[in-house]
């Protein structure tokens, strides 16, 4: 009996993708880095640049809640082999080993992961939407992804720093508006 050949593999290139991370429950900072040593551990999964903690106030579906535990967000840029619903199981198995407890959407978490964009794919099923729906509304994505990668582009709505710089004007416009109503609000009748 002649030795068997080994059949060849068929490997998947390595691909570019962004995942957004915050914790606002329990030892926060310690709870990210874990999920990061996880995440870089990963079979398929290269971790290629981590950027700094922002810490900012809790986002609900009604706003800004200034009485929600504080989060640490950041932006990890990964290389993966992993297809884009393989690498979201993952993200979600790290997610659940460290205490994600589902009941409430946009509730309190001991760990958030977030794929935000993977090398410019586009996809929209029941489970997965990239690039995320949401990314060019949350400075706590924009801002660290910006200071990993400065030429950072969202896919489909252009690149990060002026989806930031857009965000920042459009967040200076409400300011004045508010402060202009309550200058009118509380002016002398």
């Known amino acids: ?3 068997l050949s080994p059949r060849p593999q068929r490997l998947r290139p390595f691909e570019p993708a962004v995942v957004a991370f915050g914790s606002n429950l329990g030892d926060r900072e310690a709870t990210i880095r874990a999920a990061l040593d996880d995440l870089a551990a990963t079979p398929g999964v290269r971790l290629d640049a981590v950027s700094s903690f922002l810490e900012t106030t809790a986002v609900r579906p009604h706003g ?13 840029m990964i290389s993966t082999a992993l297809d884009p619903h393989a690498l979201l199981a993952e993200l979600q198995r790290i997610e659940d080993e460290h205490g994600r407890v589902r009941r409430e959407r946009w509730g309190d978490r001991t760990l958030d992961l977030d794929l935000i964009a993977m090398a410019g794919r586009r996809v929209d099923d029941d489970r997965l939407v990239l690039p995320h729906p ?5 400075r706590f994505v924009l801002e660290p992804w910006l200071e990993v990668d400065p030429d950072a582009e969202l896919p489909g709505l252009g690149r990060v720093d002026a ?5 920042e004007e459009s967040r200076e416009g409400r300011d004045v508006a508010a402060s202009g109503r309550e200058a009118d609000e509380g002016g002398v009748s």
Do not use: K, Q
């Open 163 to 167: 989806l930031l710089a857009r965000l």
């Open 64 to 76: 800004i809640d200034d009485l929600a535990p504080r989060y640490l967000n950041g932006v990890a």
């Open 1 to 3: 009996m002649s030795p």
């Open 134 to 138: 949401r990314a060019a509304e949350r």
